[in-house]
Nanobody, 114 residues
Framework: QVQLVESGGGLVQPGGSLTLSCAAS??????MGWYRQAPGKERELVAH???????YYTDSVKGRFTISRDNAKNTVYLQMNSLKSEDTAVYYC??????????WGQGTQVTVSS
């Protein structure tokens, strides 16, 4: 029953912006966030946010990306500014109801290229 539906990926030039969204359904999630996986690299945590508003960002995106959530809509967003070619990856929405319950979206491609 749990579904995470991602949207907002696409092709953007370096320095551009994109906003990703992930609409979750089926249950309430304590933590929601975004991971990404570039070709030849392991999947990495980009950012996450808990229901109370506390956020985390990996160092490479601090100051450029902003994560937010609408608890009523069970939706998490990732505003990505000043995009670099290194940000090119498949971005996956992640949601956790507790430490032992984790769910993933299908992924959305973000390509940063001139």
């Amino acid at each position: 029953q749990v579904q995470l539906v991602e949207s907002g990926g696409g092709l953007v030039q370096p320095g551009g912006s994109l906003t990703l969204s992930c609409a979750a359904s089926g249950r309430f999630f304590v933590a929601m966030g975004w991971y990404r996986q570039a070709p030849g690299k392991e999947r990495e945590l980009v950012a996450h946010i808990i229901s109370g508003g506390t956020t985390y960002y990996t160092d490479s995106v601090k100051g450029r990306f902003t994560i937010s959530r609408d608890n009523a809509k069970n939706t998490v967003y990732l505003q990505m500014n000043s995009l670099k070619s290194e940000d090119t990856a498949v971005y996956y929405c992640n949601a956790k109801s507790d430490l032992r319950s984790e769910y993933w979206g299908q992924g959305t491609q973000v390509t940063v290229s001139s």
